[in-house]
């Protein structure tokens, strides 16, 4: 089996997030938010549970993946269909 070519160390764990996508958030446009579950965390991005499924490369603008009320913008580098839900991986555009 192959190692992993990571560029940053991920950490399992379960934390409820919004997220939202549509315009930047200081753009003052119309988001549509969702709930998701981040399943692992890294510096350079997240495993996100969710309902609803979204468009590979698409913009997403996660809030509480720090425990906190910032907003980090990330993008869906791939996404798979599992029975009820949906698993993405975020890739942060600016690692955190």
């Keep these: ?18 997220y939202y ?7 003052g446009a119309e988001r549509i938010h969702y709930f998701g579950t981040v399943t692992d ?3 350079g991005g997240v495993r996100l549970v969710v309902e609803h499924p979204h468009a590979q490369d698409e913009r997403l603008w996660l809030q509480g993946v720090r425990g906190g009320p910032d907003i980090i913008s990330g993008r869906v580098k791939w996404i798979r269909d599992e ?7 975020i890739e942060f ?3 955190v």
Aim: glycine fraction near 8%; proline fraction near 8%.
């Design 1 to 18: 089996m192959g190692m992993e070519k990571r560029k940053y160390p991920r950490v399992t764990t379960s934390m409820d997030i919004l």
């Design 21 to 27: 996508t549509g315009d930047a958030p200081d753009e």
């Design 41 to 43: 965390l890294s510096l």
């Design 83 to 89: 029975q009820e839900h949906y698993y993405m991986g």
């Design 93 to 95: 555009l600016k690692p």
